[in-house]
């Protein structure tokens, strides 16, 4: 058995008459520790596959497993202890508290777990050591984020979802800090949404959504030979020529 596993899973959203299939029969599982990007054109459903699985949101029918547990059954206080415990969230728009420092930041969160990581390290970890003391609105956007990614994995989530749809990193920072937050001692299992086709060489796997449903499952070269919705982004950003160099 996997460490997630998603078996066919619907969700709808109704607006007056017209119903959306943002979910259409999803079905795929991740081992634990791998390091996902999920893919997929504006409006293919990535953000409601990982609102799902950090369970902020639910499904209309099909099954969502964590380490063996149905969590789409779980009641509103497993829920949220689910939540509390074991799943880290890094928003488009990282939501740090304004008027608390980078620091100060991070140790609120690490004080509603009972298996936080000390705060300091974890900063020093992301690049930070000499930000810890700065206020979000003295740090540039990629700095911001990064104290959003710290304040996540201090709380020592079993699963980082990271929205990077709107990254604010250049690729040199980003690539290091998807190093660092692999190379932590039990390293979550990670799940990266990203519009940047470069980011991907750092996946263990990659989901390709489209209209709802999984167009696409692998790595990046599996993708490249199999999957055209997945060609069809990456040769976006890519073109044929830049890619081959
Ligand atoms: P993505 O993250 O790939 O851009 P989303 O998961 O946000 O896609 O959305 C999938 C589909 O569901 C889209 O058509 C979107 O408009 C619709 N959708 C998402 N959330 C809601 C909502 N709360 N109410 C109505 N429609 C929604």
Sequence with gaps: MSFIELESVYKKYSMGEVTINALDGVSF????????????????????????????DDCDDGKVRVG?????????????????????????????????????????????SNKAL???????????????NNFPSQLPGGEQQRVAIARALVRKPEILILDDSASALDYATDAKLRM?????????????????????????????????KLAGMGTHEQLLETCAVYQEIYHSQFPKEVAQR
């Design 118 to 132: 000390n705060p300091v390290r974890v900063l020093e970890r992301v690049g930070l050591a000499d930000r810890m």
């Design 29 to 56: 599982s991740v081992e634990q520790g791998e390091l996902c990007m999920v893919v997929g054109p504006s409006g293919a459903g990535k953000t409601t596959v990982l609102n799902i699985l950090g369970g902020i």
């Design 180 to 212: 660092a937050i692999r190379n932590l001692d039990n390293a979550p299992t990670t799940f990266i949404v990203s519009q940047r086709a470069a980011s991907v060489r750092y996946a263990d796997k990659i989901l390709v959504l489209d209209d709802g």
């Design 68 to 112: 063996g547990e149905l969590i789409n059954q779980f009641n509103s206080k497993r829920m949220a202890l689910y939540r509390r415990h074991d799943v880290g969230f890094v928003f488009q728009f990282y939501n740090l508290v304004p008027n608390l420092t980078a620091l100060e930041n991070v140790e609120l969160a690490s004080q509603i």
